[in-house]
């Protein structure tokens, strides 16, 4: 039977590095996404997700279930991503090359052809418009639309209020929507 | 980030208060409206050994001069106006005239003029730290020197 | 406000499944005969499919192996002496405390700089002088010498007698001038 998170982190807490392993390979791609989606740069993004493991073992005997293990690492994971991002100085992330590697591995075909121009462009401008919100705004639709978190968790995560996220929220989709309109 | 902004508002609140403490306490003394100027003549001499016990603050400031007596004469303290004039009378048909010219980084700067009678005898602008002194020695008196203390406080 | 006014601003907090049972119910009700509110829902939906197909994707690429590697190295490397310390003080001085720390640091030194108008005629350490600054002197003729007495910090300005004066005074067998 699949051990839960939290019986994992008791086993963490325990010396078991398999344990952690296992918690690692549950929650990587899903805290890559999140960092992947706060920062520019596809390498930053994988040193983030790194850093953010390995700080999450330094600190795992401090965690003690006031919330969920997953919050707990995203929280983590979140504030290594903006403190990064804060210093970072590169140009923005070209995901027009990785997206036509991930169309051709996904086999995604549009049998429209003007569709599929027209949804690339989204993509890349989709891109452009999140790298242009500030930190606090692209980490809560990050954050909502990967993990699908409630307004609560997020707020745990970011360290604010629910009103704050769902204002935060609001003002980054107007955001998007206004930058965006001509491709929706 | 609400633990920090409360953090951060408790923080200004403090520093705000500190500043106007502080800022407080410095406009008292940016301002001075005159300068309470203090002479103390002294007799220093070598015929005996006594040492004035109301010099005892200014022991430090005497014994270097090597004299075997010091003794207090008078002491006489004046508001004086800044750019104004008070004279302080010396023994020997001697005055003190000080003139409070300016403050400027917690210094007093003094006009002095020791004259004889309505002879000059020396002129000089010091500046001295406020509630500082500088000594004034040399002139003869009944066997001994004097030494002059000239302090000044900002008010 | 407007039906349309009010259920723009819920639209939002109904895709992220944050209504009530009623108000989700009043806000597809109306969304359905809306035209623009609909539309407003398609461009929202739009926006979260493209953005996590794109993060979904990107992530896909990311393999367990080579990063579980990395991450256990990490763990396992001897740290210098000095990254924990590091860490350490980077986990005692957090940004909040960071925020208090300066400014009480800086409030304490303006005070104690300050006291003295508080509490005139006190001073770091026993002397409270230092040396006089002399901008001008004119001794009229005279002799006079500036000196400087470094344990009271003190500013002496010595007036020598003319010569007439100073055989008389040796012959009252007193100084006229100190012995420094």
Same mark, same amino acid.
């Given at each position: ?184 | ?44 001499g070598n015929k ?44 020997g ?23 004889q ?21 040399g002139p003869p008196h009944e066997g001994g020197t ?10 | ?87 350490? #003080? %980077?986990?005692? $001085?957090? !940004?909040?405390?960071?925020?208090? /720390?300066?400014?009480?640091?800086? *409030? +304490? &030194? ?16 026993? #002397? %409270?002088?230092? $040396?006089? !600054?002399?901008?001008?002197?004119? /001794?009229?003729g005279r002799s006079? *010498? +500036? &000196? ?10 010595w007036l020598y007698e003319d010569q007439e004066v100073e055989n008389e005074a040796a012959e009252e067998e007193s100084k006229s001038s100190p012995?420094?």
């Amino acid at each position: 039977m699949e051990l839960t998170d939290w019986e994992l982190v008791r086993k963490c807490q325990a010396g078991e590095m398999d344990a952690f392993q296992e918690l690692v390979s549950r929650y990587h791609q899903k805290v890559y996404m999140v960092v992947l989606g706060l920062l520019r740069q596809r390498e930053d993004a994988m040193e983030v997700t790194q850093e953010t493991f390995f700080r999450a073992y330094r600190k795992i005997g401090s965690f003690q279930g006031g919330s969920t293990f997953y919050t707990w690492i995203y929280r983590i994971a979140v504030n290594i991503a903006i403190d990064a991002q804060r210093r970072q100085k590169r140009n923005p992330l070209d995901f027009r090359d990785s997206m036509d590697g991930v169309l051709e591995a996904q086999n995604e075909v549009a049998k429209d052809p003007f569709s599929d121009l027209r949804d690339k462009e989204l993509r890349e401008h989709l891109v452009k418009a999140i790298n242009e919100l500030t930190p606090e705004h692209k980490a809560v639709i990050v954050l909502r639309t990967i993990e699908g978190l409630s307004y609560r968790d997020i707020g745990e995560i970011l360290g604010c209020s629910e009103g704050t996220v769902m204002s935060r929220l609001h003002y980054a989709r107007k955001k998007l929507q206004d930058k965006l309109r001509t491709f929706l | 980030m609400k633990r920090l902004k409360k953090s951060l508002s408790l923080v200004l609140l403090f520093s705000l208060v500190s500043i106007a403490v502080v800022v407080g306490g410095e406009a008292a003394e940016k301002v001075p409206q005159a300068v309470q100027v203090t002479i103390r003549t002294i007799l220093a001499g070598n015929k005996s050994d006594e040492f004035d016990p109301k010099l005892k603050d200014m022991e430090a400031q005497l014994k270097p001069l090597k004299y075997r007596s010091y003794r207090s004469l008078k002491d006489d303290g004046q508001s004086v106006p800044w750019q104004g004039t008070k004279s302080f009378d010396i023994p020997g048909g001697r005055t003190l005239t000080v003139v409070p010219q300016e403050f400027q980084n917690n210094r007093i700067a003094l006009k002095v003029r020791l004259t004889q009678g309505d002879k000059p005898v020396l002129d000089t602008t010091v500046r001295i730290t406020n509630k500082g002194n500088f000594i004034l020695g040399g002139p003869p008196h009944e066997g001994g020197t004097l030494v002059l203390s000239i302090s000044a406080a900002a008010q | 406000m407007t039906r349309c006014e009010d259920t723009g601003k819920s639209i939002g907090r109904w895709l992220d499944g944050e209504l009530n049972p009623a108000q989700s119910a009043a806000v597809c009700e109306h969304m359905s005969d809306c035209p623009a509110c609909g539309e407003e829902r398609r461009q929202l939906e739009k926006i979260e499919t493209t953005l996590r197909s794109v993060l979904v994707a990107e992530s896909a690429r990311v393999e367990l192996a080579p990063l579980w590697r990395e991450v256990r190295q990490r763990i396992e490397r001897k740290r210098a002496w000095y990254e924990g310390l590091l860490e350490r #003080s %980077r986990e005692l $001085f957090t !940004a909040p405390r960071a925020a208090w /720390a300066v400014p009480v640091v800086i *409030a +304490l &030194l303006l005070g104690v700089f300050s006291l003295d108008s508080y509490w005139p005629g006190w001073r770091f350490g026993a #002397s %409270r002088n230092s $040396f006089a !600054a002399v901008d001008s002197i004119d /001794a009229h003729g005279r002799s006079v *010498a +500036l &000196l400087r007495e470094n344990e009271s910090k003190t500013t002496v300005i010595w007036l020598y007698e003319d010569q007439e004066v100073e055989n008389e005074a040796a012959e009252e067998e007193s100084k006229s001038s100190p012995a420094f």
